[in-house]
């Protein structure tokens, strides 16, 4: 095994430049989910990556199917009767606000590693997989089994790519989704995403917004009427978080949170919720403004759920969680957007009809936007010991622990899936700021080197599961 080891070593180091082309190529298709049209119902950005990555697979010697309609790309090779598969996504969220580097569809390299919307969630993962396509027919890698290599382009918003597949498509035997990190995961908590609505403002807010896909509200900006009492009180509660401005007169107030992945809010600061608060008790509102601020800050200051009656712990999953994505408002209408992850220990149609109860006492009806439910592999799976094994060896470390995902990957919807990462020694570079760097936030990074260990990694578990 050592052998093949310093083989694929050897194959990635020489093939780094390419693969770094590649990715950068990957990074400047801005892949955020846009209006359907024929031939692309997640948008034309969508449908182009994968038109882009399908040439790539098949100049590596795999069978191509780009179901355009359907929103994925399946590239096979091998011809075994057992599959293993590697499933990753060409999608990403929206790039946001705050790039401190780059712009965040052009990758810059600097100081060992690559800085760009996707480069680890889940471009880098693409990448991955098309070089093990690669090492498996030029280097005559010991492998019986057939590889299917999936590529989807709707995981960030909504996963109808993955349900489209397997609606036409056997799933392969078993198979791993670069999307989270090392050493595995086994399983993924459940998730609703919940619009509450109702038709009326927030109290005397002409206009509340903020928030996007992928996280807690980051920024958010609230309009007022203005009068020289309030603008002054609100002045008195600014901070370095709230900022409030007279402009074309109206009351501007502006907020600025620390973003995190609504799947792992601990840390986080919500722009809502700091709004909130600062009009919660100002003397100038009305009565029914502070009781909708009220319950404005309690549901989108604790992620835990407390606040709508639904918190849980569960000793397998972990907390559930009730994070606050989203806030579009008006004078005459209000939207507020919800996503909750959550474990085996919760029954989903009582917590909605809890939900319901909750939002409806203040006069908001709760609609259910998706849904799916916990998914987990058995923790004595064999397959689970051998891609331990395989990391173990390869880290020199003992005991490696395996984790359940809170975050929600495509391993949910596939029967027997382990998830594993895009990146070894994950950490940030230089002194970037709080709420920069990871996932889903402003300066999305990756270590080079990182990634070609990962690809590296990822290539022996393959060779162990195919070896089981």
């Keep these: 095994m050592n052998d093949v080891k310093r083989t694929i070593r050897a194959y990635l180091a020489e093939h780094r430049t390419e693969i770094v082309s590649l990715l950068r190529e990957l990074i400047s298709i801005p892949s955020v989910r846009g209006e359907a049209v024929p031939g692309a119902p997640f948008g034309t950005a969508c449908a182009d990556i994968l038109r882009i990555i399908e040439p790539h697979f098949r100049d590596a010697g795999c069978d191509t199917e780009l179901d355009t309609d359907g929103g994925y790309l399946l590239a096979e090779t091998g011809c075994g009767t057992r599959s293993l598969g590697l499933f990753a996504h060409a999608d990403v969220v929206p790039a946001g606000e705050g790039w401190m580097y780059t712009d965040p569809f052009t990758m810059l390299e600097k100081d060992g590693f690559l800085i760009g919307r996707g480069v680890m969630d889940d471009k880098s993962a693409v990448v991955t997989s098309l070089y093990c396509a690669k090492m498996l027919r030029e280097l005559a890698l010991p492998f019986h089994s057939k590889l299917v290599c999936f590529v989807g382009c709707n995981e960030e918003s909504g996963m109808q790519d993955i349900q489209n597949y397997l609606r036409a498509h056997t799933p392969p035997d078993f198979a791993l989704v670069p999307d989270t990190a090392f050493p595995l995961y086994r399983g993924n908590k459940g998730r609703i995403l919940i619009k509450a609505h109702r038709n009326a403002p927030l109290g005397e807010i002409k206009r509340f917004c903020g928030g996007k896909v992928g996280t807690n509200v980051g920024k958010a900006e609230a309009v007022l009427a203005y009068s020289d009492d309030l603008f002054a009180d609100l002045q008195s509660r600014a901070s370095d978080r709230i900022s409030v401005a007279h402009e074309n007169h109206d009351i501007v107030i502006r907020a600025v949170g620390i973003p995190r992945h609504t799947a792992l809010p601990e840390g986080s600061i919500n722009a809502t919720a700091l709004i ?193």
């Design 276 to 468: 909130a608060y600062t009009l919660r008790s100002c003397p100038f509102l009305s009565a029914e403004t502070h009781r909708i601020m009220e319950f404005l800050y309690a549901i989108c200051s604790d992620w835990r759920g407390n606040a709508v009656g639904i918190a849980c712990d569960d000793a397998e999953f972990g907390p559930l969680t009730f994070v606050n994505y989203m806030i579009d408002t008006n004078d005459t209408d209000t939207a507020l957007y919800f996503n909750i992850r959550f474990g085996a220990a919760v029954c989903a149609d009582e917590m909605k009809e809890t939900l319901k109860h909750a939002f409806a006492a203040h006069g908001f009806s709760v609609e259910i936007e998706s849904e799916s439910h916990p998914h987990i592999v058995p923790r004595d799976h064999p397959m689970l010991r051998v891609l331990l094994d395989t990391y173990e060896n390869y880290t020199g470390t003992k005991n490696a622990p395996m984790h359940v995902n809170a975050g929600g990957t495509y391993g949910q919807y596939l029967p027997c899936a382990a998830e594993i990462g895009t990146v070894m020694w994950r950490h940030i570079p230089f002194p970037m700021p709080t709420g920069h760097g990871q996932v889903h936030q402003p300066d999305e990074c990756i270590s080079i080197e990182g990634l070609l260990n990962a690809m590296e990694l990822t290539m022996l578990m393959l060779i162990a599961c195919d070896r089981e």
